[in-house]
Every structure is written in structure tokens, then in C-alpha cells.
């Protein structure tokens, strides 16, 4: 048994993807060859290849499950992840995308890029993965390195780069082995089409006429740089150049000194043994230390294809696999490490599982779980109405393998039954969901509100409730009940998704709540809320790449329209043409042997999953589908409340008249309309009919908010408030406060709330940005306020978040996932209770939760209106000074000068 893992001190992770067949396991064996790890070149033809461990792999040819293996190039020790290649079995190779600090993308000279290619390099995109290209099957006739290249540039990214003889090329490096003149041409044309990539390069190369090692390994591993190195894994040819190339140019990771890893694996070994599989990435890993679920590491095993090693501790960066684990699940987070991203690529089809005559079904469906663990969206459910287990499952491949796998490890021949869409649901409005549970002796209310998502956004809970209304236990799990089950939807009973479902209020009884009260009243309050809203039934879509004869380019077409997908521009590439487009998955299924047949086997079609979509005959699929909400049991739509000593079933649509709390949607609904009648009678009186925002600034607003949460939670603790008017008097000038005040704006709400700036963000957003920032700079230049205006940067990608300051106010741009109320609400807990906070917005749900809070609001039109006063106030002052303090000659002189021109002007002296 080892000791320790000082070895893996300088080490990286580094995964092989792509295309099936492309030759990702033969350049997996050759880089292990080539390293020294392995004595003998195995073939996968052959059977024998080292990282081929199982039967069922050597006997298809094919990558089945993702395999390590470990080996030092230089001074780099390097552990290699092999995946699959098969869109079948995408999600375990998507899993693996989590740990990887490098990622090698085989792709075949023969082929080119593919469409499954595609999908795998917009998964390198999405998880920020740092990516060497191995352009593979050089050998073979027809293949044209240049033609290969722009392709590369053309349809993957233009910083896609031939590294294949970048040795006279950094600085520093020694030139190649032709003459002198061939190697620096060579080096300058691969200088320039590095210092291409990027304009710090370009500025580095055009002052000294290099660029260092340090700084293209620093562009590559930021993911402005794509490597590429062309050669045949077969042949062991362009191996060298690629690993050259790896122990040049990478940087090593930066872990934290606390402890954390992320799982992407669930295997069991030869004696059944559950292994969890993880990287370590931060602190150490040592056998017997307690985890945060209370388990404990039995074994860390370092694995090297079928082998492994065992060692007493695992340091920041290394992959391992722990036995003693029995609650760990793969894509989880342990440690400092958060929940992991929801995968990209998911099942779309789902089969009854049929087994043979008296087969114990329990039994069975409790082994089927097992491999759920290992495949986590097998999703193998049992289905009490039908009396029938299922499995999602991506296509025919995976269910060949799974048959396999159940009769080696089961003992059971099992057949899959017709698959059937996988569909889901979502929402369009918003809405506000109830649940009530009290039996007799149990008590809980909940109060979500479910809003539409992004697509693809999947589900996203959050807690806006403040915590005098619900402790914070009490928020927590409610949050976890929303997250640990897939919630049902009430058009066909599919899973629901795209969706953000945000706490808002709760009520608990101090003697009868049990955390099973919240359960149900969670489950309720959702199902509550979707029955509300308007449905939108979602169906599953492909994105396929279809290479085809350019004379049958119109039967292709013909085709795409029937099937209700859409596709862009065909391209044409020599006597073929490339379609690439999306089309249901439902229509798209069976085409590929259509394919086959019109082209007489000429042909090609790839699919990867796509994601959803509005499904195009939802009509029909409800009507067949037959699913009633209100009948469904398991998930009941209606709640349970108390009377006379026992418990009553309420319906759905009568829950309303019997819960506890306010709706707090309806109450901002109200508030608004009220706000708005408010601010029209002030316009009407003031002759002002130019609008200019959405919500008044008149203390109604504030009452009424006030008596909504006094009538919900009793008084609302806060420090009193007087409104920020301007005082119209003689002489004016701003009044120091008694303690330091602060003003939260809430930016893009500001500018879309105010015509005039709504009206530049049409055309320049920047410029509207801009305007508002010169706005309160003024602004606050009076009020002498802390001003901190925030702007949404949610969206952008790896956006860290950035604070500056601007003049004399504060600019916030939120983290990515982070938006402006979520910022400006923690904000206005952090300091509400030290300070005197107020927030500018106009998004009426935000005011609700911010007078919870104790804090002051003031809406988009009450600021348009302090600024336009203020504005006035300094215009008044001004006018005033310029009035009485009269600018002469004679008083900006000193005194003796003054007395001295002044003789001069009445005549009793004279300049010399």
C-alpha cells in the first residue's frame, strides 16, 4: 500500500473524447505506449487493449464506460480518462467532463467533423475545458491537412491552430530539422497564427517577434488557443508531437487547502464492491476520515485500467476510487464542492422493462436500482397503474448493452418493450402555488410562486421568504422537499422543468409541525401552482447532421418539413451535401434507415439530443395519453385543512378561500394597481401626462404593503423612516444625516421604467447605462447617500462579478446565476440592521419581500421624481449664487494690489 501522494504534486487530468470510431482508444493506447505505462501495443480489433476492461467492450469494439489509467510524460504525471464515443452512452462521458483539468478531441481525417463532434465540443464550451485536437486516420488516402484545418476553423473555432511543428516557434525553442530559412518561415507563420487568437499575444509577438511558452500555455488553458496536431494512432505516428506538446504548454490547477471532491462515477468491482469514483479537488482524501454524510473511506484505490493501487491518503487534484461510500451519487459534490451542473445530453426514450415468468419483481426492480446508481438517468421507476418497471434510455445501442449487462450480472434474460417519448412539461405564467397540510395534531403552510424559466434552465428553487415570518430550518426543508423528488405535471403526468419556483411565505405551529408536514405541503403547493397556470406540454428534439448526395438534397428536405423540423442552409462539400437542422425526436426515429435506403447506403445521419421543445401536437398527446391530475393520488393537487377536530380534503380551486396567509402575488398585483391609479391622479393635479414609469411614490403604496405583512406576521420591525422630500425654502443646502443611509438602485429596472432612458436602450444599452450612472453621480453629489446601483450580469458566461466605483457612486455588475434582486436582497439583509437602506425598484414582488426585510423602498417613478427635484434644488442654488456673488476684477486681487489699481483708476498715481 502506498503512502502518501507526494508523487502527484505536478499532475494533471486529462480525458480522450470523440466521435465513435474515430480512433480514441487506439490513440489512448499508443500515448500509454509511447509513456512507457503499458510493454505491449494493444488493438481493439484484436480484443486486447489495455483500457478495453470488460468482455462486453472487446467484443463490441466500442467504449462502454469510462476507464483511467496513469503515466508520466517528463516530469508530468498524467491520469487519462478514455470515454465513451457512443451518443448512446454520452451521459457517463458527459459526467466525466467535470474533473477534467485538459480534454484531447480525437477526430477522424477520414470523416471530418461530425455532427456528434459538434455536440462534444459545445460540452467542452459549456464546462470551460481547455482542449487539444488530435486530428486522427492521416494515413488513409484522401485525407488533406489543410482542407482538414479550415474545416476545423470553419465549423469548430477559428483558434483552432496546427501545432504539428511549433518547435522553432515559442521563444526560447530550438528550430526544426530542415534549413534554416524553411524553419523560420515555419516559425513565423506559426507565430502569427497564434498571435492571431488573441490580442495580448498579437501585442507580445509584434514587440519582440515571440511569444513565450508561458504565454501561449496560458492562452490555451484559457481557451483562446485550440491545438492541433495531426497524425495515425495506429501507426504511431504524431504521438510524440502531441505529448511534446501537453508537457509544453500545460498549466497546473490551483486547488483550495479545504477538503472537497467531486464524484462522477458508481462502479462495482469484481467482488461487488460499490466504488466511488471522484477527484479530489481540494485538501486531502485520507482512509477513515469522516465525510460530510457521516460515511467513511474504507479504501482509496488509484486505478490503472483493470489494476489499482492502494494508498493511505489523496491529495488536490488526483482520481480515485473509495470503497465504505454507500450514500454518494454520481455528479454530486462532497466538501466544499456545490451540486454539479445539470446534464446537457439526457435520455429522451423510455421502455418497459419485460421479465421472464416468475421473476420476483421486487426483487428485481431493487437489482435494476443498482445499475440506476452507475447510470443515474436510467431513471428505472415502477409504475403501479401499469404493474411494470421502466428505464429511460438514450437508443438501441444502450439497450443491447443493458440486456447484457442484467443477464451477466443477474442472471435474468430481460426484453425492452416499444419505447415510448419522454416528454415534459412547463409553464407560461406566472403564477402562485398554496399547499395546507393539517390533519388533526400536524400543521403547515406553503406559499410558492412558479415562474416560467429559460429553456433549458431545468428547475431552480430559491427562497424568498423572510425569516420572521419562517425560520430559516423550516425554509431549508422546504427547499430540500422541492429538490428531492421529480415533481409531476398535470397535462400528461410528465416530469416538469424550466422553471423557477421561489418560496414567498410559510406559517409553522410552534407544538404540531413535524418536518413531514412541510413534505406535503411543499408537494401540494406545487401541484397547487401548476393547475393554476397555463401548461405548455414539451417534447424532445434532435439536432441532426445529414450528409447526403447533393442529387437527393430534395427528397431530404421534403423529408425535414414533414417531420416538423427546420433546418439551416444545406452546404455543399464536393458531390455531397451537409443539412444540418433539429427535428422532434418522435418524427426522426426511424429515419436513419430511410436514409439509408434513398441513398442507396451513400448516406449519413447523426442525432444528438437537443434539448426540448413546445411539442407540435400537444393535443394529440394529451388525448392519448388520458392522464387525469385530480385523480392521481400520489400527487393530489388539493390540501388539507382542520375543522372541528378533524381533518378535510379542500380542492384545488377552493384552496384560496381556505389558507391561512394572504396570496402575496395577489397583494403585489393589488399594490401595483393601486400605485398606478395613485400616480395617475398625482399627473392629473400636476398637469403632468408624460408618465415615465409604472409604480408611484406615494406613502399609499408603503401603508398598504405594511398592513399586508402586519395582517400576515404582526408588526414589522424597523427603524422609522421619513420620506426623502425636497424642501422648496430660500437657501438650500443638502443636510448632514444623523446616520450613514445607503440607496440600493436596481439598474436595468430603472432604465426600462423611465422613457427616456427606455427609449435609448433601444438603440445603445451602453449609452442608456451610462446615462443613468451620470444621473445619480448628480444625484448623490447632493443627497451625499451611499448610492450602489446594481445591473444584472446573470447571464454572461464565467462572469465573476465586478464592483467599482464610478465618480462618486458605487456600480455592482452581479456573478454569473446571480441576478440584481438577488443581490440587492442580501444586501439589504447584510446591512439593513446597521444602516438605513433603501431600495429604488419597480418589480412589485421585490417590494414586498424588501419591506419584509425592514427596509424602506421607493419606487422607479418616486426616484424619477427626487431626481428631477433635486435637479431643480441645484439649479435654484446656483442661480442663487450667481445673483449675489457678482464676479469683479478688484476682488479677486490681494488687498495692497487692489488698493494700488484702484489709486491708478482715480488718478492719484501713476505705472512707472
Given at each position: 500500500?502506498?503512502?502518501?501522494?507526494?508523487?502527484?504534486?505536478?499532475?494533471?487530468?486529462?480525458?480522450?473524447?470523440?466521435?465513435?470510431?474515430?480512433?480514441?482508444?487506439?490513440?489512448?493506447?499508443?500515448?500509454?505506449?509511447?509513456?512507457?505505462?503499458?510493454?505491449?501495443?494493444?488493438?481493439?480489433?484484436?480484443?486486447?487493449?489495455?483500457?478495453?476492461?470488460?468482455?462486453?467492450?472487446?467484443?463490441?469494439?466500442?467504449?462502454?464506460?469510462?476507464?483511467?489509467?496513469?503515466?508520466?510524460?517528463?516530469?508530468?504525471?498524467?491520469?487519462?480518462?478514455?470515454?465513451?464515443?457512443?451518443?448512446?452512452?454520452?451521459?457517463?462521458?458527459?459526467?466525466?467532463?467535470?474533473?477534467?483539468?485538459?480534454?484531447?478531441?480525437?477526430?477522424?481525417?477520414?470523416?471530418?467533423?461530425?455532427?456528434?463532434?459538434?455536440?462534444?465540443?459545445?460540452?467542452?464550451?459549456?464546462?470551460?475545458?481547455?482542449?487539444?485536437?488530435?486530428?486522427?486516420?492521416?494515413?488513409?488516402?484522401?485525407?488533406?491537412?489543410?482542407?482538414?484545418?479550415?474545416?476545423?476553423?470553419?465549423?469548430?473555432?477559428?483558434?483552432?491552430?496546427?501545432?504539428?511543428?511549433?518547435?522553432?516557434?515559442?521563444?526560447?525553442?530550438?528550430?526544426?530539422?530542415?534549413?534554416?530559412?524553411?524553419?523560420?518561415?515555419?516559425?513565423?507563420?506559426?507565430?502569427?497564427?497564434?498571435?492571431?487568437?488573441?490580442?495580448?499575444?498579437?501585442?507580445?509577438?509584434?514587440?519582440?517577434?515571440?511569444?513565450?511558452?508561458?504565454?501561449?500555455?496560458?492562452?490555451?488553458?484559457?481557451?483562446?488557443?485550440?491545438?492541433?496536431?495531426?497524425?495515425?494512432?495506429?501507426?504511431?505516428?504524431?504521438?510524440?508531437?502531441?505529448?511534446?506538446?501537453?508537457?509544453?504548454?500545460?498549466?497546473?490547477?490551483?486547488?483550495?487547502?479545504?477538503?472537497?471532491?467531486?464524484?462522477?462515477?458508481?462502479?462495482?468491482?469484481?467482488?461487488?464492491?460499490?466504488?466511488?469514483?471522484?477527484?479530489?479537488?481540494?485538501?486531502?482524501?485520507?482512509?477513515?476520515?469522516?465525510?460530510?454524510?457521516?460515511?467513511?473511506?474504507?479504501?482509496?484505490?488509484?486505478?490503472?485500467?483493470?489494476?489499482?493501487?492502494?494508498?493511505?491518503?489523496?491529495?488536490?487534484?488526483?482520481?480515485?476510487?473509495?470503497?465504505?461510500?454507500?450514500?454518494?451519487?454520481?455528479?454530486?459534490?462532497?466538501?466544499?464542492?456545490?451540486?454539479?451542473?445539470?446534464?446537457?445530453?439526457?435520455?429522451?426514450?423510455?421502455?418497459?422493462?419485460?421479465?421472464?415468468?416468475?421473476?420476483?419483481?421486487?426483487?428485481?426492480?431493487?437489482?435494476?436500482?443498482?445499475?440506476?446508481?452507475?447510470?443515474?438517468?436510467?431513471?428505472?421507476?415502477?409504475?403501479?397503474?401499469?404493474?411494470?418497471?421502466?428505464?429511460?434510455?438514450?437508443?438501441?445501442?444502450?439497450?443491447?448493452?443493458?440486456?447484457?449487462?442484467?443477464?451477466?450480472?443477474?442472471?435474468?434474460?430481460?426484453?425492452?418493450?416499444?419505447?415510448?417519448?419522454?416528454?415534459?412539461?412547463?409553464?407560461?405564467?406566472?403564477?402562485?402555488?398554496?399547499?395546507?397540510?393539517?390533519?388533526?395534531?400536524?400543521?403547515?403552510?406553503?406559499?410558492l410562486i412558479l415562474e416560467p424559466g429559460e429553456p433549458g434552465s431545468g428547475l431552480q428553487f430559491e427562497s424568498r421568504c423572510s425569516e420572521d415570518a419562517l425560520d430559516r430550518n423550516w425554509q431549508r426543508l422546504i427547499l430540500t422537499h422541492l429538490a428531492e423528488k421529480s415533481h409531476r405535471g398535470v397535462l400528461t403526468g410528465a416530469e416538469i422543468t424550466d422553471m423557477r419556483i421561489l418560496l414567498v411565505g410559510g406559517r409553522a405551529h410552534t407544538k404540531h409541525t413535524e418536518g413531514g408536514d412541510f413534505r406535503q405541503a411543499t408537494y401540494r403547493a406545487v401541484r397547487h401552482g401548476l393547475k393554476q397556470a397555463k401548461s405548455v406540454l414539451l417534447e424532445p428534439i434532435y439536432e441532426f447532421c445529414l450528409e447526403i448526395p447533393s442529387d437527393k438534397v430534395g427528397r431530404a428536405m421534403t423529408d425535414i418539413q414533414k417531420m416538423q423540423g427546420g433546418f439551416s442552409a444545406p452546404r455543399v462539400e464536393g458531390d455531397r451535401t451537409v443539412i444540418i437542422g433539429t427535428a422532434p425526436v418522435v418524427n426522426m426515429r426511424e429515419y436513419a434507415s430511410e436514409v439509408i435506403g434513398y441513398t442507396k447506403g451513400m448516406g449519413r445521419l447523426t442525432c444528438t439530443p437537443g434539448g426540448y421543445m413546445p411539442c407540435h401536437n400537444a393535443d394529440e398527446v394529451v388525448a392519448a395519453v388520458g392522464y387525469d391530475s385530480e385523480a392521481d393520488l400520489e400527487n393530489p393537487t388539493g390540501s388539507v385543512f382542520c375543522a372541528h377536530g378533524a381533518g378535510f380534503n379542500v380542492p384545488w380551486d377552493k384552496v384560496t378561500e381556505y389558507m391561512h396567509l394572504e396570496s402575496f402575488l395577489k397583494s403585489a398585483q393589488v399594490s401595483r394597481e393601486e400605485t398606478d391609479r395613485s400616480a395617475a391622479a398625482d399627473r392629473s393635479e400636476t398637469g403632468d401626462n408624460s408618465g415615465g414609469g409604472t409604480m408611484g411614490s406615494g406613502l399609499a403604496e408603503d401603508k398598504e404593503l405594511e398592513r399586508i405583512f402586519e395582517r400576515t406576521y404582526g408588526p414589522v420591525k424597523r427603524r422609522e423612516w421619513q420620506r426623502r422630500e425636497v424642501q422648496e425654502t430660500e437657501e438650500r443646502r443638502p443636510a448632514k444625516k444623523a446616520e450613514e443611509s445607503y440607496l440600493l438602485v436596481d439598474g436595468y429596472n430603472i432604465i426600462f421604467s423611465w422613457d427616456e432612458l427606455r427609449s435609448l436602450s433601444e438603440v445603445n444599452i451602453t449609452s442608456a447605462r451610462n446615462a443613468l450612472m451620470d444621473i445619480l453621480c448628480n444625484y448623490q453629489g447632493f443627497k451625499k447617500d451611499t448610492l450602489i446601483l446594481v445591473f444584472d450580469a446573470y447571464k454572461v458566461e464565467g462572469n465573476p462579478g465586478q464592483v467599482f466605483k464610478y465618480h462618486n457612486i458605487y456600480v455592482v455588475y452581479t456573478k454569473e446565476a446571480e441576478t440584481a434582486d438577488q443581490y440587492i436582497e442580501k444586501t439589504v439583509h447584510r446591512m439593513n440592521r446597521k444602516y438605513d437602506v433603501t431600495v429604488a425598484t419597480s418589480d412589485a414582488l421585490e417590494q414586498v419581500i424588501i419591506l419584509g426585510q425592514g427596509a424602506q423602498r421607493m419606487s422607479a417613478q418616486g426616484l424619477k421624481e427626487e431626481v428631477e427635484q433635486t435637479c431643480r434644488e441645484i439649479r435654484q442654488i446656483l442661480a442663487e449664487r450667481r445673483e449675489n456673488d457678482r464676479n469683479y476684477l478688484l476682488n479677486a486681487l490681494p488687498e495692497d494690489m487692489a488698493e494700488l489699481v484702484e489709486d491708478v483708476r482715480l488718478g492719484k498715481k501713476k505705472f512707472k
Open positions: 500500500m502506498g503512502g502518501t501522494s507526494e508523487k502527484y504534486k505536478n499532475h494533471i487530468c486529462i480525458g480522450i473524447l470523440a466521435h465513435v470510431d474515430a480512433g480514441k482508444t487506439t490513440l489512448a493506447e499508443g500515448i500509454l505506449y509511447h509513456s512507457g505505462s503499458i510493454r505491449k501495443l494493444g488493438r481493439v480489433d484484436h480484443g486486447d487493449a489495455f483500457l478495453d476492461t470488460y468482455a462486453l467492450e472487446r467484443s463490441r469494439g466500442i467504449t462502454i464506460f469510462s476507464k483511467q489509467a496513469e503515466l508520466t510524460v517528463g516530469g508530468l504525471g498524467i491520469t487519462l480518462l478514455d470515454t465513451p464515443g457512443h451518443v448512446d452512452f454520452s451521459a457517463e462521458m458527459e459526467r466525466t467532463l467535470q474533473v477534467l483539468d485538459y480534454a484531447i478531441l480525437v477526430i477522424s481525417g477520414a470523416d471530418g467533423v461530425q455532427g456528434h463532434v459538434q455536440t462534444l465540443w459545445q460540452l467542452l464550451k459549456r464546462y470551460r475545458i481547455p482542449t487539444f485536437l488530435f486530428i486522427n486516420k492521416m494515413d488513409q488516402e484522401g485525407t488533406d491537412r489543410q482542407v482538414l484545418l479550415d474545416e476545423l476553423r470553419g465549423r469548430l473555432s477559428e483558434c483552432c491552430v496546427d501545432f504539428g511543428d511549433d518547435t522553432a516557434g515559442a521563444a526560447g525553442g530550438e528550430k526544426g530539422a530542415g534549413g534554416a530559412e524553411a524553419a523560420d518561415t515555419a516559425a513565423d507563420t506559426f507565430m502569427e497564427n497564434v498571435a492571431m487568437c488573441d490580442e495580448g499575444l498579437l501585442e507580445a509577438f509584434l514587440e519582440r517577434g515571440a511569444i513565450k511558452e508561458k504565454e501561449i500555455g496560458a492562452a490555451i488553458a484559457e481557451r483562446k488557443i485550440f491545438p492541433c496536431y495531426f497524425g495515425s494512432a495506429l501507426k504511431m505516428q504524431g504521438i510524440e508531437a502531441l505529448l511534446t506538446g501537453i508537457e509544453k504548454y500545460v498549466q497546473m490547477p490551483v486547488y483550495e487547502k479545504d477538503f472537497g471532491a467531486r464524484v462522477y462515477k458508481i462502479s462495482r468491482d469484481a467482488q461487488g464492491n460499490r466504488l466511488t469514483h471522484m477527484k479530489i479537488t481540494g485538501g486531502v482524501l485520507k482512509v477513515k476520515m469522516p465525510l460530510d454524510n457521516g460515511e467513511k473511506p474504507d479504501q482509496i484505490r488509484i486505478y490503472s485500467g483493470a489494476g489499482y493501487e492502494m494508498v493511505n491518503e489523496a491529495g488536490a487534484g488526483m482520481i480515485c476510487a473509495v470503497t465504505g461510500l454507500e450514500k454518494t451519487k454520481a455528479g454530486e459534490g462532497i466538501g466544499i464542492e456545490g451540486r454539479g451542473a445539470a446534464p446537457l445530453l439526457e435520455p429522451v426514450l423510455t421502455y418497459a422493462i419485460e421479465l421472464p415468468e416468475g421473476t420476483n419483481v421486487h426483487d428485481m426492480f431493487l437489482k435494476l436500482k443498482q445499475l440506476e446508481e452507475e447510470e443515474p438517468q436510467l431513471q428505472i421507476v415502477w409504475n403501479s397503474e401499469l404493474g411494470a418497471i421502466y428505464a429511460r434510455v438514450m437508443g438501441e445501442i444502450q439497450i443491447e448493452i443493458l440486456k447484457s449487462l442484467i443477464a451477466e450480472r443477474f442472471q435474468v434474460d430481460v426484453n425492452f418493450g416499444t419505447g415510448n417519448i419522454v416528454y415534459k412539461e412547463t409553464i407560461e405564467t406566472t403564477v402562485e402555488g398554496v399547499g395546507h397540510y393539517e390533519p388533526l395534531r400536524h400543521y403547515a403552510e406553503v406559499h
